[in-house]
């Protein structure tokens, strides 16, 4: 059973950083993406950034460009969200997905771990 779980969340002041961390385990796929996303309260659900896990091509929200960084881990199976220069409007639930390459359309998530940034 595939199984996404995020760590790292947390409470920070404007400016700060956060590293979260979204392990990967119980799947067989050989190529895949991991992505973040966020949910505020009140705001629309946000892309935040995106690995392939082979080929590490990423892609990152126009929101976060140049403050975050995304990036992956195979002995540890995890891919991490490096977030710097954070700002109160990142303040969100963030949850990590695991999308397969191809035909397959699954989708599997974590639970979300929370970033509260204060002014």
């Known amino acids: 059973q595939v199984h996404l779980e995020e760590s790292g969340g947390g409470t920070v002041q404007t400016g700060g950083s956060l590293r979260l961390t979204c392990a990967v385990s119980?799947?067989?796929?050989?190529?895949?993406?991991i992505g973040w996303f966020r949910q505020a309260p009140g705001r629309d659900f946000e892309f935040v950034a995106a690995i392939t896990w082979l080929g590490g091509a990423t892609d990152y929200g126009d929101s976060v460009k140049g403050r975050f960084t995304i990036d992956r881990d195979y002995d540890k199976n995890t891919a991490s969200l490096q977030m710097n220069d954070l700002k109160p409007e990142d303040t969100a639930l963030y949850s990590c997905?695991?999308?397969?390459?191809?035909?397959?359309?699954?989708?599997?998530w974590g639970q979300g771990t929370q970033v509260t940034v204060s002014s």
């Open positions: 997905k695991l999308t397969p390459a191809g035909a397959d359309t699954s989708e599997y």
């Open positions: 119980g799947h067989s796929f050989d190529q895949y993406a």
